[in-house]
């Protein structure tokens, strides 16, 4: 797939017009690159390319079976591609270039291979200037799911996709950390004839949706635990986003159990509004986002989780964030983080 010398790899490419250039020539010639997004960071490929669409998923060790998302500029640059409903073209308009993804009929120019053999696709036009830059340069519709092996962490900055990957990933786009940090909503707007659904909730609330559309939206049912998740998320496994040490979720200001002889654990919070319990002996605080602030939180997330996954805790410990807002989205990442689906 690459030229030169696996111990240099990966080569870090530059967010500048020579580093944007190269990644798009790059992508042309068949290649998969890691880029930035405002979410999380993807693994890029020409969707136009079934070559390179399969090394993606070699790659990242993904089942076949999970479909991918195809980024875009915009409802324009998708129109070979998917069919926009109304509701759909309004979405868009209001939250585009953004973290929402569009679940759409395809058309044939859409390999099965990236829907799984569905016949809808999800499409999303992302905000982050470097990722439109090659989008730009490019020409092409990108897939790319998040740049993490299949089941970790979603990454958030570069250094993530490196210290997952290495060698077996030559080229990744540094466009420093994401500034949202959390996957982008996805609702399923594929049937004029059917409700709005969301399919995995994300920084773009329901209740975000609901208003910039005028009508409810239906909220999506997490799969039981250690169950296969319906056909219509295939990707959404139960145990997803999770850390190899054990995490485990807290209701809020509910301490975590004392670790046994001499253990350590680590203890996410949310907000020193919560409580100001003393953490029991063996167990360190660590709390997300100032005040209570969840944007800042989902921003961080993934970042204190690879962190505290590397640090040889026993166990990571998780308050519950407030059932609201962006805390829905933290809350459904942090279940499948627990196994919890
Ligand atoms: O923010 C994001 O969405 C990031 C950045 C890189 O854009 N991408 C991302 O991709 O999170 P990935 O592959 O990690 O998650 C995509 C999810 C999967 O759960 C997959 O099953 C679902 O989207 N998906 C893709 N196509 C679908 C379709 N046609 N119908 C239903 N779900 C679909
Ligand atoms: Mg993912």
């Known amino acids: 797939m690459h030229s030169g010398d696996s111990e240099e790899l990966p080569a870090f490419l530059p967010s500048t017009p020579e580093g944007v250039a190269r990644a798009a020539e790059l992508l042309r010639a068949g290649e998969v690159v890691a880029l930035p997004t405002e979410t999380v960071y993807g693994l890029a490929a ?54 929402l993804t569009l679940v759409l009929r395809k058309t044939a120019v859409i390999s099965p291979l990236i829907t799984a053999g569905r016949d809808t696709v999800a499409v999303r036009a992302p905000a982050h200037s470097v990722m439109r830059a090659v989008l730009a340069a490019c020409g092409r519709p990108l897939a790319a799911p998040s740049a993490n092996p299949f089941g970790y962490i979603s990454p958030t900055r ?121 953490p029991p002996a063996g167990a360190e605080v660590f709390w997300l986002g100032q005040n209570g602030d969840l944007a800042e939180a989902a921003r961080e997330l993934y970042a204190l989780l690879r962190r505290l996954d590397q640090a040889g805790y026993a166990k990571i410990w998780c308050e519950k964030a407030p059932e609201a807002g962006w805390g829905l989205a933290l809350n459904d990442r942090l279940r499948r983080a627990a196994g919890q689906g």
């Open 46 to 99: 020409n969707a136009l390319d079934e070559r390179a669409v399969r090394h993606i998923f070699s790659v990242k060790g993904r089942p076949l079976i999970d479909p991918l998302i195809v980024h875009g500029l915009d409802v324009e640059f998708f129109q070979e591609f998917a069919q926009f409903t109304p509701l759909a073209r309004v979405l868009a308009a209001a939250c585009w270039p953004g973290p």
């Open 158 to 278: 570069a250094e993530h996709v490196r210290a997952s990957f290495g060698g077996r990933l030559p080229w990744i786009l540094d466009g420093g950390p994401c500034t949202v940090g959390l996957e982008s909503t996805i609702v399923d707007v594929s049937d004029p004839t059917a409700p709005p659904r969301v399919l995995r909730p994300g920084p773009i609330t329901p209740e975000a949706l609901s208003r910039i559309l005028g009508q409810p939206v239906q909220s999506p049912t997490p799969a039981p635990v250690g169950q296969a998740p319906g056909l219509a998320a295939p990707g959404l496994l139960a145990r997803h986003y999770s850390p190899r040490t054990p995490l485990a979720l807290l209701e809020p200001g509910a301490p975590p159990d004392s670790p046994p002889g001499g253990r350590r654990v680590a203890w996410i919070r949310f907000s020193p509004a919560t409580g100001t319990e003393h």
